[in-house]
């Protein structure tokens, strides 16, 4: 899914999702990372994750989730340094469950990004002691 956006700034935040949505499809965990900040933050289902190493697990738990179905990704809104997505999970069981991210973008790397789903209540992403 290529994204192109008009203003400089737009275009900024295009070329970082686009370069971490390939990644994504890839299950490419060390690209992922290169594509945050390294004080990130995380919100998942109101559970914070700061960091590289915290976001890290939480996207080994998201590619364990995701391979156990299909995902698919609408087309992304972009407005200067934000990223908004929908997307909808099928799990083999063929229950499909919507989700929603958004991403803040700074510097070319993301510095916030928030995902809420009931997915996640049925497969937890448990947060690091």
């Known amino acids: 899914m ?3 956006a ?3 700034m737009a275009q900024a935040t295009a070329d970082v999702w686009q370069r971490h949505i390939d990644a994504w499809g890839k299950r490419d965990l060390d690209a992922i990372m290169s594509d945050y900040r390294e004080n990130a933050v995380l919100v ?3 559970q914070t994750y700061e960091g590289r190493p915290e976001i890290r697990k939480v996207f080994q738990r998201l590619f364990e989730i995701f391979d156990q179905g299909e995902q698919r990704v609408d087309t992304p809104t972009i407005k200067d340094r934000l990223v908004y997505i929908t997307w909808h999970f099928t799990s083999r ?3 499909t469950l919507f989700g929603t991210d958004t991403f803040v973008v700074e510097d070319n790397a993301i510095s916030y990004q928030t995902i809420a789903s009931p997915l996640f209540d049925e497969y937890p992403v448990p947060k690091a002691p």
Do not use: R, T
């Open 2 to 4: 290529e994204v192109h």
């Open 6 to 8: 008009a203003a400089p």
């Open 44 to 46: 998942l289902n109101n």
């Open 93 to 95: 069981g063929q229950q």
